[in-house]
């Protein structure tokens, strides 16, 4: 059962753009919410975690978005650069077990 | 220089035979996982360790083995009666158990 439920399962803009990712959760007992980004052929990098005490978080043109009552939580990139293009997987947790969405493919066009 | 490395880059596994995949950290992480990754697929956990000589299964750990003799490494085994052993697989990495997970590059396992 996939506790972690992520859309779209790919995007297509254009540089500049600005990207939303969206997941969602059934869990209430998770407390700890990353977004991973994957190149091809790599291991998963941590982008940004947020806890469920706050409801948005930024580092750099990261955003993410949280609502705890809806228990969604949504990743945005500002002003999207080709270099983005990679695959976003967002997760969730309470103690070790991260459970994962299946994954975003991004690709952003010059 | 300090990370988490996985080897070999590819692997390529018989019919009926075992193969071992290495993972070794110099974070001084307590905490160690091995991840599963297919093709449209998130990740899907398949041993995780806190500590030294202590390991538990994870939700897909059928056909797979470990062992944690030393705080650094962390070498998963793929036995002959995992059938369908080809995927990707990362190792992570934590301080602890509810800390941030880092992953290594990953090893492709792949079945002639």
């Known amino acids: 059962q996939q506790q972690v439920k992520q859309s779209p399962q790919s995007l297509i803009v254009q540089k500049g753009g600005i990207p939303i990712i969206n997941c969602a959760y059934e869990n209430t007992a998770f407390d700890y919410f990353p977004w991973y980004q994957q190149f091809p052929g790599k291991g998963p990098a941590l982008l940004i975690a947020i806890r469920p005490d706050v409801s948005e978080k930024k580092e750099g043109r990261f955003t993410i978005s949280f609502n705890k009552s809806a228990k969604q939580f949504s990743l945005h990139i500002m002003d999207s650069q080709p270099g983005d293009s990679a695959t976003y997987f967002c997760a969730a947790s309470k103690g070790y077990a991260l459970n994962f969405g299946k994954g975003t493919s991004l690709l952003v066009t010059p | 220089d300090g990370g988490i490395t996985q080897s070999p880059k590819y692997l390529f596994r018989k019919e009926g035979q075992n193969v071992t995949l290495s993972c070794e950290q110099n974070l001084n992480h307590d905490a160690m996982y091995w991840y599963r990754q297919d093709p449209g697929q998130g990740l899907r956990l398949i041993y995780y360790s806190q500590i030294v000589n202590d390991f538990q299964k994870g939700d897909i750990a059928e056909g797979y083995s470990v062992s944690r003799e030393k705080k650094e490494s962390f070498p998963l085994t793929v036995t002959s009666a995992q059938k369908n052993p080809t995927a990707f697989y990362l190792c992570?990495?934590?301080?602890?158990?509810?800390?941030?997970?880092?992953f290594g590059p990953g090893t492709r396992l792949l079945v002639l």
């Open positions: 992570a990495s934590s301080a602890g158990l509810e800390e941030t997970q880092y």
